[in-house]
């Protein structure tokens, strides 16, 4: 009988003291790595834009030249801008946009081209440091430059993602399809 108490005594301490009281003073941020969930929770991942995308811009200027620009996200390639807030690790990528431009005059295509990045790059090494943590923002015909001056005027705007840090590029297409960069900031050509 005795050890019989003795054995009741015992389930009863133990049961008692498996309360999860030593829980109650956990922290989230511990209660999660127990359970292997910290590190969804503590990464944010955003892609812009989230999905594909694609736009066209087809006009006619009054002095021959029919322009047509067509912008589409690039799936593949991104650029990464990541910190860290409230001690979540933030990820955004930031996909880098395509643009492919066709040029008429009176109904014959002069050229088509498609505008990133490493096309420019490869058109001049120089941009390379300055252009390596941009993305293209935009890109739209300028008509008024391409009127007065009887050439296509396309301007190009780079962004650092995050940032307030912008590179403005301005491309002239000539009639036999050949072109110049012009760096707006430093009023180069290029």
Known sequence: MKGLFVFIFIISITFVSC??????YQTPKDNLKEHKLYKSFAEHVKYIPEAYFETTTDTILSNGFQVKI?????????YLHEFTK???NHKAYYRNI???????KNNKEITSKLITKDVLISYNSSFK???????????WLNQYASTITNKVTVNVLFQ???TND???YTLSFNDNGSFNIVD?????YI
């Open 166 to 168: 912008k590179t403005y």
């Open 86 to 88: 409230d001690s979540i």
């Open 98 to 104: 395509n643009n492919t431009i066709s040029i008429l």
């Open 129 to 139: 440091n300055d252009l390596k943590n941009k993305v293209i923002q935009g890109i």
């Open 19 to 24: 309360d999860g009281r030593h829980k109650a």
């Open 160 to 162: 650092k993602p995050g």
């Open 184 to 188: 707006e900031l430093k009023q180069e």
């Open 70 to 78: 067509t912008s589409y996200t690039d799936m593949q390639t991104s």
